[in-house]
């Protein structure tokens, strides 16, 4: 088997079951734990994993957030849950921003439904999958271009959006603790507040898997939000402590999505 088609393989296994063990990875196929090894540097390198003692995993950590590539294959159900959810928070004729991430992706096709709007985006799936329709004025940010997030940030992005104003912006995290939400890039970071800053109505968008969880960075208080939209209902002791802070969730369901 080919160098390529055996990490791409790998890659495989780690949509599925989030974490592989190095040893069972050379034993599956039929190479030496060196070469394991080698694959998951280059990998991690890549940004595509995160190598733990024994093997790797995507589970994001407080510096680490799994590639974009990584990420559209996962919870699928969920984030059409949370974008219809959000979805119903907009009119046709409003300027609406959408941040990177593959869970604004879902809801940056979903806004068709929508049209006709002005949208705003970093994230270069949106970009790609709107350009040219009818009844969508599209306002592609600029910026350095990430591989890894799938979208464009830094200096030009961030001057971009203090030039830009939206009715409603459309934010996700990957890590949400307490009242604070946080993100593991301080890029990312930065682009996400200028979009807040921009914006009328902000929204949070949060998998219920990644509360209680933290990351490198603070994002910002859950209170800077006009609600934070969720898949599932968290711990019982975690929604007393939003409601008590005055902290909107709204759940999502995934049967009114279908």
Do not use: W
């Not at 898997?209 to 800077?224: E, P, T, Y």
Request: without cysteine; charged residues 25%; hydrophobic residues 45%.
């Amino acid at each position: 088997m080919k160098r390529d088609e055996r990490r791409q393989q790998i890659v495989d296994m780690l949509v599925e079951n989030k974490t592989v063990d190095l040893d069972d990875l050379a034993g599956h196929f039929a190479v030496s734990k060196m070469t394991i090894h080698r694959d998951l540097d280059d990998l991690e390198q890549a940004g595509v994993l995160r190598k733990v003692r024994g093997g790797a995993t995507i589970d994001a950590g407080t510096q680490f957030e799994s590639d974009f590539r990584i990420r559209e294959r996962q919870g699928g159900d969920a984030k059409v849950a949370m974008a219809h959810s959000a979805l119903q928070l907009v009119e046709p004729g409003m300027t609406v921003m959408v941040n990177d991430g593959s869970m604004a992706a879902v809801l940056g096709e979903m806004l068709l439904e929508k049209r006709p709007l002005t949208l705003i985006t970093n994230n270069a799936a949106v970009m790609e999958r709107l350009k040219g329709e009818s009844g969508i004025t599209l306002i592609a940010l600029g910026g350095t271009y990430s591989a890894k997030f799938n979208a464009y940030l830094g200096m030009v992005t961030e001057e971009s959006l203090s030039r830009l104003t939206a009715d409603i912006a459309f934010i996700s995290t990957p890590a949400v603790n307490g009242t604070l939400a946080y993100h593991m890039d301080d890029n990312v970071v930065r682009a996400k507040r200028a979009m807040m800053a921009a914006s009328v109505a902000k929204y949070l968008l949060v998998n219920h898997q990644r509360i209680g969880h933290r990351a490198l960075h603070v994002l910002a208080s859950l209170s800077d939000f006009d609600a934070v939209i969720t898949d599932s209902a968290p711990e019982a002791s975690v929604v007393r402590e939003l409601d008590q802070a005055g902290v909107k969730l709204t759940i999502a369901s995934v049967q009114d999505a279908e």
